[in-house]
């Protein structure tokens, strides 16, 4: 069960809720039904769209079977991103998907594998990464002041991810209750 004051287990409810969220795929080709634990996928014909849940189109993709619709992050929606993330003023966060951290591990984690065969994926794996890092690292510098802030702003906490809003929430507390014991 998901206890709301454990950030990993948010951020694992988080990616579990990803991985189960469905997709739109197309079919490459014709394949009959696909029985699976509790439940099938298919069948397929080819040029069809159909909705499934992403851990499935993960794995029927790495087969050739469909493709999925969905465009995963990449390096210059990312770069995107962190430029965006850097003009905001020190209490101000741009929009992020809500699903942008599920999606980012996912991105750095295939860049990962895929940077062990490839010098060129090796090296937009360091640039992601970098980017990366700093994206997080501004948005945690906002969230920071937000949290300490006598003050709620809620148009910058509306803009916050599951995530975020976690890491917000439990910031806020200490720093009420350090007030609280020092005043």
Excluded at 97 to 113: A, G, K, N, S, T
Aim: proline fraction near 4%; charged fraction near 30%; include cysteine.
């Amino acid at each position: 069960m998901l206890n709301k004051n454990d950030s990993l287990s948010l951020i694992e409810y988080s990616d579990f809720m990803f991985e189960n969220d469905f997709v739109s795929v197309i079919a490459v080709k014709d394949h009959p039904k696909i029985p699976l634990v509790g439940f099938s996928v298919g069948p397929f014909e080819e040029g069809k769209e159909y909705e499934i849940r992403f851990w499935v189109a993960r794995e029927l993709e790495k087969e050739g079977l469909i493709n999925i619709r969905e465009r995963p992050l990449d390096a210059t929606t990312l770069y995107r991103t962190q430029w965006t993330e850097r003009i905001q003023a020190l209490g101000q966060l741009s929009s992020l998907p809500e699903d942008f951290y599920p999606r980012l591990r996912r991105m750095i984690e295939d860049l990962r594998v895929s940077s062990k065969t490839s010098p060129e994926k090796l090296r937009e794996y360091e640039y992601v990464q970098n980017l990366s890092l700093d994206i997080i690292n501004c948005r945690l510098k906002k969230i920071i002041s937000l949290a300490s802030s006598s003050v709620q702003d809620s148009q910058a906490l509306k803009n916050l991810t599951i995530e975020e809003r976690d890491l917000y929430e439990r910031v806020r507390r200490i720093v009420n209750e350090w007030r609280s014991k020092i005043l």
